[in-house]
């Protein structure tokens, strides 16, 4: 078990408060020594009493950030207590892991307490009389488990595998979202087809065969800060799939040639690990109208992306979803836009949305917003998107603060500080104003008109 370890800045040992990134830093140390367990225990190479060793530093992790007391509030304080909840769910497994291995072959009634006795087993093994062995010293630190963690590609043909890394440290580990359909107010349309693309056919997938094959390519564009990125997160949170978080970036480098073999790597992992989402975010940066003044590179890149989206190597019943969001579809290129089957408008949210996406910012803060206020601040909302709203929510909470004076603010009780009222939004409403242009809308409500499935 690791001793010895710092604690960093608003981190503290097991049963003392902590921030919720402090929670996060225990809940990652646990992931790492349990996905190198998980290793040795399923692959079935190497010693048992290796995997016991690493199951009890994960144990030990997961103890301490259990035991801390978060002091956190407001959105931070749920995060922590649906991480806290994972981590308990984590240490049952791991604990039902050791009960398994200690029943099982010569590691039945064996005890190390004589050979290893200046390490003290974690509470969840003392009860078996085991002390974990010291790790050998002679060993190498192991790598991250390839199976909770970044999964082995070695076996696929035709890929350079460095470049296989690259791709594999875009996969976003499903544990650090949080956000669900609920986050997600309004959008019933796109929530639908996500669920129609990405969660049904994985629940039902003999239903989904043929005609009903889902879509391969989906694309939210829209105005900014509307959501489309948190739609992306919230399939990233609910469904199974690998999703791969892809920007320009991603696929981009200085060497010659190599910005299409990123993409033929992309796709080709996609497939091995499918079900696969690759989620490209203001992809309008990355599939533009190809033209005669672009460069030699970017074009062979964009090439390699069409025929790997829907070409020679495609196969039916892949389940493979490219999802894209952008805020200027108009500039995407033909061929590009074919192959997105669903193309849904996100428009900015309509007066019912507005109040529901109000209400929830300030549930976690004292107010005294009645509805018929709600309904009031809403109206006068109009044409404000959705992180609009929330700027203004977090100005209009600092209303209540500004009218203390800082000898005041040093000692008042957060509990006396005054409510929110609807003062305070129409005061933030001065500076916090609307930031799409009236003419973007009127642009995208035309493509919308012409291109979109939602029109």
Same mark, same amino acid.
């Given at each position: ?27 990652? +140390? ?35 950030? &259990? ?29 039902? +892991? ?17 050979? +290893? ?33 970044? $999964? ?36 019933? =349309? ?14 039902? $997938? ?26 992306? @997160? ?11 978080? &892809? ?24 497939? %091995? ?101 709600? *309904? ?24 209540? &603060?500004? %009218? ?5 603010? @040093?000692?008042? $009780?957060? *509990? ?24 973007? &809308?009127?642009? =995208?409500?035309?493509? *919308? ?7």
């Amino acid at each position: 078990m690791a001793t010895g370890t710092s604690v960093s800045p608003g981190r503290s040992r097991g049963g003392g408060p902590a921030s919720y990134l402090a929670l996060r830093e225990y809940h990652k +140390r646990a992931y790492d020594f349990l996905s190198v367990a998980l290793e040795i225990d399923e692959s079935g190479k190497g010693e048992p009493t290796d995997a016991i060793d690493y199951y009890s530093r994960g144990v030990a992790a997961l103890e301490e950030g &259990i035991a801390c007391d978060v002091y956190e509030v407001g959105e931070d304080q749920e995060k922590a207590e649906k991480l806290k909840e994972r981590m308990i769910s984590n240490l049952e497994m791991a604990r039902d +892991r050791v009960n398994v291995l200690l029943q099982g072959g010569a590691l039945k009634g064996v005890s190390l307490e004589a050979k +290893r006795p200046h390490l003290q087993p974690t509470a969840s093994l003392r009860v078996h009389k085991i002390t974990p062995p010291r790790e050998p010293t002679n060993k190498k630190k192991p790598a991250k488990n390839p199976v909770m963690g970044k $999964p082995r590609v070695s076996h696929i043909k035709g890929i350079d595998h460095q470049l296989a890394d690259k791709i594999l440290d875009e996969i976003v580990d499903q544990g650090e979202l949080t956000v669900t359909w609920d986050d997600v107010v309004g959008l019933e =349309l796109p929530k639908r087809t996500l669920q129609e693309i990405v969660i049904l056919p994985a629940l039902r $997938p003999e239903l989904f065969t043929g005609l009903r094959s889902p879509a391969r390519g989906m694309l939210l564009f829209g105005p900014p800060g509307n959501g489309k990125t948190m739609l992306a @997160k919230a399939v990233a949170h609910e469904s199974q799939a690998k999703f791969f978080n &892809i920007s320009a970036a991603s696929l981009t480098s200085k060497w010659v040639g190599d910005g299409e073999k990123l993409v033929k790597t992309m796709f080709a992992l996609a497939r %091995e690990l499918q079900p696969s989402i690759i989620f490209l975010d203001e992809v309008d940066a990355l599939l533009s109208k190809r033209g005669g003044s672009e460069h030699d590179a970017m074009r062979r890149i964009k090439n390699e992306f069409l025929q790997s989206f829907d070409g020679m190597h495609t196969q039916e019943g892949e389940r493979i979803l490219v999802m894209a969001a952008t805020n200027r579809p108009q500039e995407l290129d033909d061929a590009a836009l074919r192959r997105f089957e669903k193309r849904i408008y996100i428009p900015l949210p309509g007066k019912e949305a507005r109040k529901s996406v109000l209400r929830k910012l300030i549930s976690k803060h004292h107010n005294l917003l009645s509805e018929d206020q709600l *309904n009031k601040l809403a109206s006068m909302t109009d044409g404000y998107s959705g992180s609009d709203l929330t700027a203004l929510a977090k100005d209009a909470s600092l209303g209540p &603060i500004r %009218e203390l004076d800082f000898n005041a603010l @040093k000692s008042v $009780p957060a *509990n006396q500080v005054r409510p929110i009222g609807l003062n305070d939004f129409q005061l933030s409403m001065r500076t916090i104003r609307p930031s799409v242009a009236k003419d973007l &809308i009127t642009t =995208l409500e035309q493509w *919308n008109t012409l291109y979109g499935v939602s029109s």
